[in-house]
């Protein structure tokens, strides 16, 4: 032994490994010597991110903490010929072996994903998969216990109940029992297969919620039929059963039973043909009037009329029976299930694990907020009906306090987009797309007021979370349902002229609104959590997060907008600068415990360069990246008639007027009078451009004018034949020159006199309007693009002009005047872009080769 370290012969009979990986051991006789430094410090490592400290300090040190086998021959033969060469079925088999761990790893991956759903799934229902646990050991010990008794049927339930009660055969009786049985259940779960465990947790989380499952179903009822006869549906739900404390009663889950019921039989009775409105003429009749009575009513005729409402009803029954599995059907809204105390003021009991994620985002009290101990309480027969329920909603003698203001915020801001990229179904006044509408600076008003609608709504929720002002909140909850179905069903379809039924986006974001009102309404019940952190985003310091918050700080105005809403809605002595300054270092210091995270999260050895894979992995994208940002409007300019849908011109329109007269030449052009070129036409184009630079009569230089010529046809390659066109108009105007007698004296006696009152040269401006209406883009409204060209008409200028007006102008009635020419008053070739006026083409008109 030297040095520390050792050489030990070992036996290849006892070592546990595969005959492919001692062959090379028997083949050539070798002695495996191994090397260790420190073997029991290293045993004493466990953490795998110590173990992997202690190797790179090792290194930094110069002491390798490892083991290294050295493979040494027996025989002192030279080193040459006792090389260990793989042979051929070695090397297959490390292939083999490679691609069946890749494999491997992309198992565990998957197998971990899996794991990672059923733990968030089993989060969600945990309670209930405890509460069920519980029950059905308590069955079976009952089962057990009491066997003859439950089959004796003189024994009445209060006997059973007083055996059960004396035989103390409750399985949960202290604090202790309750850690216990949780510890079991979850002991149990583990045991089976990770699919296994993913069905339950599926299961589970679906029996958990089968109460939320149902209002949803309900809100999806009426949102597809939007008729007033499953309105009454979503109230129950909105008015009755979410605001009830601590759970609805048999009563409300009979009446939307017996609702949904009603609701089916009357819409199955309104699908025969017998009916007028059910007729296809009357239809047709109809077909534009977004009013119609059997729409309204929601008893049209339609195919499934009844798919969700038997789903609905399905969840319903369901959802009765887990009720009345756990025994919560007939007692589910008493007061007196919750055992009475002398201490109204009950403490929480404490555990002896918290999870202080748990602590964070729920709290579970047994109180009632405010000074409910100073409250007169009233028997219940004292009270009526309304005021008994909004009694137990604001005094309860249980509360399951969780923060559930960062779901509500996202379904705002949910439904905020819904609003924006669905905009031609809520209102009018543009062409239905909102990125060219304001490219085009057409903002539609009511866009605009549904905007600031929604960003208001978004401030006052967020104002009632910061203040924890429940009964407001409740009655801003009530006004909204009834504002929103009004607005839905009766305002939106008188603005778009399209009824509730058929306005596909409304209902998809009435859903949305429904579900926000669920969440809303619990929170309404339990009460808001006594402590409400403002920033959504920083309740945990994962890399997720850190991006989002660098996203939101980004933002502009975001940032200002929420620090003024919570400095106004929080109880603070601080100025609102001071506030901000505060929040800024908040964000800062943020950053710093983001970073600090996963600088723990995934360790890296200090002092050791960086892998290949790792720099080109993350650095060449983010280069990349980088320079088509920098250079990315360029590249949009360059692409920008290089994609998009071709949209030809429909109609041409050219007009000519003299100014402050009546048009004198109208002309339209459509359908053959506008053709796109052949191939050969735009060949033919193109050379008689680029040949121009041989003609000699031209007295531009040479150099100078070869430029013009590449640049004309370097334009003319842009564009496709296809995207060329030819417009003829007709020598004729199409309508009448409507203009009054005075009108025309005027302008006669303006041609008449070469001078005005200024004693110099008269003039009058002639205008060419000139139009193009493109092709309809699906729906929206036609996009038209227009020009003016001006041109001064005076006695010497352009030749013969205003001779021949005047000549013109004195032509009796009844017989034909001499034509009038102005010569190159308008371009051969004209550029209508994708947005914006129409424009000469002046790298084809600087060639100037026609002649």
């Known amino acids: 032994m030297q040095n520390g370290l050792k050489e030990c012969p070992i036996n290849l009979d006892n070592l546990n490994a595969q005959p492919i990986q ?22 004493k490592i466990k953490d795998e991110e110590l173990r992997m400290i202690r190797a790179v300090s090792a290194i930094d040190d110069k002491k390798r903490d490892l083991v290294v086998a050295v493979l040494e021959p027996v025989e002192n033969q030279p ?42 799934l089993n989060r969600r229902s945990r309670e209930h998969r405890y509460v069920a646990f519980v029950l059905h050991k308590e069955k079976t010990r009952l089962m057990n216990e009491m066997n003859h008794e439950l089959f004796d049927e003189n024994a009445s339930l209060k006997e059973l109940r007083h055996q059960w009660e004396s035989r103390s055969l409750h399985m949960v009786s202290s604090e202790s029992d309750v850690s216990k049985l949780e510890e079991e259940a979850h002991t149990k779960w583990e045991q089976k297969s990770f699919l296994a465990r993913l069905l339950l947790a599926i299961t589970n989380c679906v029996t958990a919620h089968t109460d939320v499952i149902s209002y949803v179903i309900a809100c999806i009822v009426h949102a597809k039929c939007a008729g007033l ?119 929480a009991i404490s555990t002896t694990e918290v999870d202080f994620a748990d602590i964070e985002s729920r709290e579970i009290h047994a109180t009632t907020q405010g000074a409910e101990a100073n ?60 990125l060219s509408d304001l490219s085009s600076n057409r903002v539609p008003l009511t866009f605009v007021v549904m905007l600031i609608v929604i960003s208001l709504m978004i401030v006052v929720d967020r104002g009632l979370y910061l203040r924890k002002a429940v009964l407001p909140k409740l009655i801003y909850q009530l006004v909204t349902v009834i504002f929103l179905h009004a607005y839905l069903m009766f305002i939106l379809p008188a603005v778009t002229h399209t009824s509730a039924y058929e306005n596909t986006v409304a209902k998809f974001l009435y859903v949305v609104k429904c579900i926000y009102f669920v969440i809303s309404a619990w929170q309404i019940r339990n009460g808001y959590p006594q402590l409400c952190i403002g920033n959504l985003l920083t309740h945990s310091y994962g890399l997720v997060n850190m991006v989002l918050f660098k996203i939101f700080m980004l933002i502009p105005f975001l940032f200002e907008l929420r ?18 300054s505060m929040e800024n270092f908040y964000s800062t210091i943020y950053n ?47 692409l920008l008639n290089k994609i998009g849908t071709e949209l030809p011109p429909e109609k041409v329109q050219l007009s000519v007027s003299l100014e402050g007269y009546p048009r004198v030449f109208t002309m339209e052009a459509q359908g053959n009078e506008i053709q796109p070129i052949n191939s050969f036409m735009k060949e033919k184009l193109r050379t008689t451009i680029s040949s121009k630079n041989n003609n000699v009569n031209v007295s531009d230089d040479s150099a100078l004018l070869l430029s013009k010529s590449r640049r004309a046809v370097s334009y003319i390659e842009e564009y496709s034949s296809k995207e060329i066109h030819i417009v003829r108009f007709r020598p004729v105007s199409e309508v009448f020159w409507e203009i009054s007698k005075d009108s025309l004296e005027a302008l006669q006696n303006l041609l008449e006199s070469e001078k005005n009152f200024n004693n110099k040269s008269s003039s ?17 409204e036609p996009i038209v693009h227009t020009t003016v060209f001006f041109v001064d008409v005076t006695p010497t200028s352009p030749p013969g002009a205003w001779e021949g007006l005047r000549k013109a102008l004195n032509v009796s009635a009844y017989e034909n005047s001499e034509p009038v020419v102005f010569a190159n008053v308008l371009p051969y070739f004209l550029t209508v872009p994708n947005e914006g006026q129409v424009k000469a083409t002046d790298y084809i008109h600087e060639v100037s080769f026609v002649s």
């Open 229 to 347: 006869i499953t309105l009454p549906l979503p109230m129950l739900v909105f008015f009755w059963g979410t605001l009830a404390s601590p759970r609805p009663s048999k009563n409300f889950w009979i009446n939307l039973i017996s609702y949904t019921e009603f609701e089916i039989i009357v819409k199955f009775i309104f699908q025969f043909g017998f009916f007028p409105w059910n007729s296809n003429a009357e239809e047709a009749a109809n077909a534009r009037e977004y009013f119609k009575y059997q729409y309204v009513f929601g008893v049209q005729r339609v195919e499934y009329f009844a798919f969700w409402d038997v789903a609905l009803l399905i969840a319903l029954f369901f959802h009765r029976y887990m009720l009345r599995r756990l025994g919560l059907w007939k007692d589910a809204n008493i007061m007196d299930t919750f055992i009475e105390s002398g201490d109204v003021n009950r403490q």
């Open 592 to 638: 710093l415990k983001c970073a600090r995270t996963f600088e723990t999260s995934f360790p890296a050895p200090r002092g050791i360069p960086k892998g290949i894979i790792v720099k080109y992995s993350i650095g060449v994208p983010l280069i990349l990246a980088l320079i088509l940002i920098i250079w990315f409007p360029l590249l949009a300019f360059a």
């Open 764 to 780: 009058i401006r002639m205008n060419i309007d000139f139009a193009v209406q493109r092709q309809r883009a699906g729906s929206k």
């Open 79 to 120: 080193q040459s010929s006792q090389q260990i060469l793989p042979t051929t079925e070695h090397v297959k088999t490390e292939e083999n072996d490679g691609v069946t761990n890749a494999f491997r790893f992309g198992g565990k991956i998957f197998r971990s994903f899996l794991d990672w759903l059923s733990a968030f």
């Open 563 to 580: 620090t003024a809403i919570d400095w106004t809605w929080t109880d603070t002595s601080m100025p609102i600068l001071d506030f901000f």
């Open 22 to 43: 001692l062959e090379p051991f028997k083949r050539y006789k070798l002695r495996l010597k191994i090397q260790m430094l420190g073997p029991n410090k290293v045993k």
């Open 375 to 434: 409250v007169t309480v009233l028997p219940d027969e004292q009270r009526g009906v309304v005021s008994s329920f909004v009694f137990k909603l604001f005094h309860p003698k249980f509360r399951y306090i969780r923060d559930l203001y960062p779901l509500m915020f996202f379904l705002d801001v949910f439904c905020f987009f819904i609003v924006v990229f669905g905009f031609s179904s809520f209102g009018d006044g543009g062409s239905g797309d909102v």
